[in-house]
């Protein structure tokens, strides 16, 4: 048995009660009863949220996770400068979007909301704090934050990077039963004290040998490294799915047989619309953009063509929607099966279907949506935000649906954009009746059951599959 050294009274805050510090922050509080958590958010709603029943993010069995310790060593609350002034260790999980406007727009990272947090933890700790990067942040954060708490602060701060690994829909498992857990920090003695802290806490429940100590930059690119290697999988699997197209080949067979290659693996290897989420287009972009600052042009070019090809695959998947239709789906009727970017979650930042849904409005069809966790508003904001339409314009081509009968009743084609596993039990027969003939599938995530659709009578397109004869492509 590993011994921890008891972290009785250690207390833990987190600033920003998102899809990172929400679930994280739970779990340490589930697997540390000795330790008092306390997640802070400038957003009332949101802490609400978290104090009820209806918590802020959908998330498979965080419910349980968050109930069996609220009020006990978990605590959600708006008062920010209280909880920094009690804690010991900081984290910080606010949002890291990619820069709109000014210097490095559409590629560094908006650090904004990070830098504010700093700010206020040195203008209200009173003791020495530890604090921990969460959110993904470009490399030499740390650096900044620490010069910032430093400059501004009138106490002794250790800054850790501490890179999250989670992906949504599976972050309570993911947490639960990491790969590892990585933390960067100083490699003097305070910095070591500072990470031997952090790390004693994770040992409640993840064995030593996967929590890894490194200098600080290498915890930094670590987690920008991983997203553009996975992300560098779904790209490249994608574009092979092109090549299956052309070819006959079918993209699973392919995927199957490359990833039973140890060297290779099979995980990340699905072809699909296109990947989405908050973090994959996010930091390969903060790694070119580092690239770029650092004078390396071809890696940044490298790793750039990562999000090219995610784009040229949500493009491709639209055309072939549009050709089908014989080059024309103005004024046709589409159902859009999910809006999420991937099953279990209702996060839709970065989702393929909102570039899909925005293609298929510059169209001019009619596109109904529906998606099992999504919420009506976050659609609207989404919708009206790439369309940069007002959102009565938006709802001339869009309506949201109920369920996905309702969003295919009529509709000339079905389009599946997440794979949530409830589209894969729809009663085909049924939808095919209530359906415009020919009625058309374009299975984005080839999730269904392909050669049945054909026999009820549907025409059908597949990523990566070979064509069937009754689909237009000309
Ligand atoms: C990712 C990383 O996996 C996680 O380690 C990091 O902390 C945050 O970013 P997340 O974005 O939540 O997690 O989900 P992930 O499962 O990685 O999927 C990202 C996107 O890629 C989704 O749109 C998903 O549908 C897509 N994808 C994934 C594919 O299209 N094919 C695959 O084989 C795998
Ligand atoms: P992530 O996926 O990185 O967790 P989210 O957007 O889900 O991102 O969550 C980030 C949270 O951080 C939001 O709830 C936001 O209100 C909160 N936040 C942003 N800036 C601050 C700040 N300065 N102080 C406290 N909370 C903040």
Known sequence: MVSI???DGLKICCIGAGYVGGPTMSMIALKCPEVQVKIVDISAARIDAWNSDNLPIYEPGLHKVVTACRGKNLFFSTDIDEAIQEADIIFVAVNTPTKKVGIGAGRASDLTYWELAARRIAQVAETPKIV????????KTAEAISAVLHGAGKTRFDVLSNPEFLAEGTAITDLDNPDRVLIGGQLDESGQKAMDTL???????VPRDRILLTNVWSSELSKLVANSFLAQRVSSINAISAVCEASGA??????????????????????????????????ILNLVYLCESFGLPEVAHYFHQVVHMNDYQKERFVGRIIHGLYNTVTGKKIALLGFAFKKDTGDTRESASIDVCRRLIEEKAQVAIYDPKVEEEQV???????????????????????????????????????????????????VYDTMTKPSFVFDGRNILDHA??????FVVYAIGKPLDPKLSTA
Do not use: N
């Not at 921990?132 to 490399?139: C, L």
């Not at 790390?199 to 429940?205: E, L, M, S």
């Open 199 to 205: 790390a004693d806490v994770y040992a409640h429940w």
């Open 5 to 7: 050294p008891s972290q």
């Open 380 to 430: 609207w904001m989404d919708l009206t935000y790439a369309c940069k339409m007002d959102k009565t314009e938006v709802q001339k081509y869009v309506t949201l649906c109920p369920d996905a009968l309702t969003a295919c009743k009529d509709a000339h084609a079905m389009a599946v954009a997440t794979e949530w596993d409830e589209f894969k039990e729809l009663d085909f027969h049924q």
């Open 132 to 139: 921990v990067e969460k959110s993904t942040v470009p490399i």
């Open 452 to 457: 049945t659709l054909r026999e009820i009578g």
């Open 250 to 283: 079918d993209v699973d067979e392919v995927a199957r047989a490359v990833g039973m290659d140890t060297r290779i693996g099979p995980k990340f290897l699905k072809a699909s619309v296109g990947f989405g989420g908050s973090c994959f287009q996010k930091d």
